[in-house]
């Protein structure tokens, strides 16, 4: 069986990437494993933040490798916080953190669209020529108090408008299903099939 390494160290993100590839003839395997910190995000984009941490994450492991880079983006403040969703309200960041201040920053103000994405990577080597990329967008709107308890993240003030619930009050199994990471993984759950059923 084949071993890959998720490039996170967030336990919750970890936990969504096994259920959604656990059909497939691979082991998951968090870097965490290796004893592999998290590699510097320096790019303005999902995709270019997702690329490079899965080339380090095989880089440093030798075995191929998925990383995502997925985050929150607000119509009215010009997409932010956008890749900088995990530390919005600074460096010694958390989640009450951000979600204060989202809440803050859209104070008053009647547009509250807003959309999660994530982007997806997968690397065979360090220098695979050819990443496997992978999308997902889930379109909803921010609320003005936080609703349920399940999820991370923005999870309690993201709306989504399919169901009118927030994110945070789905069921994981429902939720897998309509996120962005659930949209990007099911995605690259059926090139990963593809290209593990080839090598049988």
Known sequence: ???????????????????????????????????????????????????????????????????DDSG?????????????????????????????????????????????YCAIVFVRSPSDPQPIVTEGIWQGEILKVRRGHNGFGYDPIFMDYKTDQSAAELSPELKNRISHRGQALQKLKQKLKILYEEKR
Do not use: W
């Not at 953190?97 to 547009?111: A, I, Q, W």
């Open 72 to 116: 929150l983006c607000v119509d009215s403040l010009d997409g932010q916080p956008g890749v900088f969703s995990a530390r919005f309200a600074g460096e010694n960041r958390n989640d009450e953190g951000n979600n204060d201040k989202l809440l803050d920053d859209l104070n008053n103000m009647e547009d509250r669209r807003a959309h999660y």
């Open 1 to 67: 069986m084949t071993k890959i390494v998720i490039a996170t160290s967030n336990e919750k993100k970890l936990a969504e990437i096994k259920a959604l590839l656990s059909e497939l003839p691979i082991e998951i395997v968090p870097q965490s494993q290796f004893g592999i910190e998290s590699c510097a995000e320096p790019f303005n984009t999902f995709i270019e933040n997702a690329l490079v941490k899965a080339r380090f994450a095989s880089k440093e492991t030798s075995f191929p490798a998925i990383a």
